[in-house]
Every structure is written in structure tokens, then in C-alpha cells.
Nanobody, 120 residues
């Protein structure tokens, strides 16, 4: 299973960006999908999660500003980011719990990360 993230870039504070992450390969099904981020010198932290039925959960720091969504037909997860702040600057990673066979286990898979830089 490969995850390809895109959509990062440089944006001014108050601006918006939309990240995408597409899963490909021999996939039977995907359970939860999520976005994490890692700022320079800090540990990776969970930003948002979404189940395969669409239930979502957010870190307190992004509630009301970010929206996670997914397209199950395309095996793709999105992160719409608004009212961006300089402290949102980080490398954003997508994660998907996927299995390659019907009888297999769900295992976590990571994308390569996409850099989001918010200038003040």
C-alpha cells in the first residue's frame, strides 16, 4: 500500500490550503484514515481522524479550522485547512489502516509527508 500526499505549500496567516492523500496498491479495504503533523523539533501529533463511515475527530488546536473528509471510491483522504496560523507550520503526514486481503489484518501505512509553511 502506498500513500501519496500533496497540496502543501507556503501560505500567509489566515489563509487556506487543502491537502490530499491517495492510497494505491493492492488494497482490499481501508478502515480509519488520519492526518498527523510534525513541526521542527517537536514530536509528531495527531491532527484529525476519519472512520470509513465518516465519523471524525480533531485535535483541540485545529477544531473549527480544519475539516477532514474522504472519498472511499478513490481511497483518498483530504484535509481542508482554514484560518491558518504560523504554529500550523509542519510536515503533514497521512495515515491509513489498510488490509490487502479480506482475511488479513489492518495495518497502518504512512505517506511521505507534505510541508505546510504559514508565514506571519
Amino acid at each position: 500500500v502506498q500513500l501519496q500526499a500533496s497540496g502543501g505549500g507556503l501560505v500567509q496567516a489566515g489563509g487556506s490550503l487543502r491537502l490530499s492523500c491517495a492510497a494505491s496498491g493492492n488494497i482490499d479495504s481501508i478502515n480509519d484514515m488520519a492526518w498527523y503533523r510534525q513541526a521542527p523539533g517537536k514530536q509528531r501529533e495527531l491532527v484529525a481522524t476519519i472512520t470509513n463511515s465518516g465519523s471524525t475527530n480533531y485535535a483541540d488546536s485545529v477544531k473549527g479550522r480544519f475539516t477532514i473528509s474522504r472519498d472511499n471510491a478513490k481511497n483518498t483522504v483530504y484535509l481542508q485547512m482554514g484560518s491558518l496560523k504560523p504554529e500550523d507550520t509542519a510536515v503533514y503526514y497521512c495515515n491509513a489502516d489498510a488490509r490487502v486481503t479480506t482475511w488479513g489484518r489492518f495495518t497502518p501505512n504512512w505517506g511521505q509527508g507534505t510541508l505546510v509553511t504559514v508565514s506571519s
